[in-house]
T-cell receptor
Framework: AQTVTQSQPEMSVQEAETVTLSCTYD???????LFWYKQPPSRQMILVIR??????QNATENRFSVNFQKAAKSFSLKISDSQLGDAAMYFC?????????FGTGTRLTVIP | DADVTQTPRNRITKTGKRIMLECSQT?????MYWYRQDPGLGLRLIYY???????NKGEISDGYSVSRQAQAKFSLSLESAIPNQTALYFC??????????FGPGTRLTVL
C-alpha cells in the first residue's frame, strides 16, 4: 500500500511571509500525479496545484509552487506572500495504480 | 450549479438503520469515488468506479456498499449503520489526470 507522510501537523506563518509544507510518499509507480488540496473551514476540498511525475519542471500556480524531488519521493508546497484566506488544512495526494492515499494533513494558520 | 452534488448534506440516524448517500455529477467524468474523513485522519477511500460496470473496493470498504446507476450517479450505502461510521463523506470525480473534483460533503452522525 502506498504511504503518505505529512510530518507537520500544524504550521503558522505571518501574513505576507512564505511557508513550506512538506510531504513524502512511498510508491512503486514510475508514472503518476501529485496534488495539493486545501480544506478551509467550509470543509470544501479545493485543488491547489498539480504535478506530473514525469515532468522535471516544478509546477507553479500564482503564489503556490512545489518542490518535487522524484528520487527522494518528496513533494513540498511553498506558499508565497501568505494571505489570511490561505488558512486551511492542506492535504498531499500522490496517485497511481488505482490507489489514492491522502496525507493526514497540515493545519496552516496565518497570523495577521 | 455545482458540478458535483451530494445529498443529503447532513444526516443524523440511529444504529442499525440503512442509509444511502447520493452523488451526482455534471462533469461528464467516467471515474467516481467515495471517501470518508475522520478528524486527524485525512480522507480515506471507500470505493471507486471507473465506469458503470467497473466498481472497486478502496482502503476501507467494510460495512459499505455502492451502486453506479449511471455515468453521472454513484451512491453509497451503509446497510446497518454503526456509531464509528460517524464521519464526513465526500464524493469525487476525476478526469484522466486523476485530478479529484469534490462534492461539498455529507456530515453523517450515527447515534
Amino acid at each position: 500500500a502506498q504511504t503518505v507522510t505529512q510530518s507537520q501537523p500544524e504550521m503558522s506563518v505571518q501574513e505576507a511571509e512564505t511557508v513550506t509544507l512538506s510531504c513524502t510518499y512511498d510508491t512503486s509507480e514510475s508514472d503518476y500525479y501529485l496534488f495539493w488540496y486545501k480544506q478551509p473551514p467550509s470543509r470544501q476540498m479545493i485543488l491547489v496545484i498539480r504535478q506530473e511525475a514525469y515532468k522535471q519542471q516544478n509546477a507553479t500556480e500564482n503564489r503556490f509552487s512545489v518542490n518535487f524531488q522524484k528520487a527522494a519521493k518528496s513533494f513540498s508546497l511553498k506558499i508565497s506572500d501568505s494571505q489570511l484566506g490561505d488558512a486551511a488544512m492542506y492535504f498531499c495526494l500522490p496517485t497511481g495504480a488505482n490507489n489514492l492515499f491522502f496525507g493526514t494533513g497540515t493545519r496552516l494558520t496565518v497570523i495577521p | 450549479d455545482a458540478d458535483v452534488t451530494q445529498t443529503p448534506r447532513n444526516r443524523i440516524t440511529k444504529t442499525g438503520k440503512r442509509i444511502m448517500l447520493e452523488c451526482s455529477q455534471t462533469k461528464g467524468h467516467d471515474r467516481m469515488y467515495w471517501y470518508r474523513q475522520d478528524p486527524g485522519l485525512g480522507l480515506r477511500l471507500i470505493y471507486y468506479s471507473f465506469d458503470v460496470k467497473d466498481i472497486n473496493k478502496g482502503e476501507i470498504s467494510d460495512g459499505y456498499s455502492v451502486s453506479r446507476q449511471a455515468q453521472a450517479k454513484f451512491s453509497l450505502s451503509l446497510e446497518s449503520a454503526i456509531p464509528n461510521q460517524t464521519a464526513l463523506y465526500f464524493c469525487a470525480t476525476s478526469d484522466h489526470t486523476d485530478t479529484q473534483y469534490f462534492g461539498p460533503g455529507t456530515r453523517l452522525t450515527v447515534l
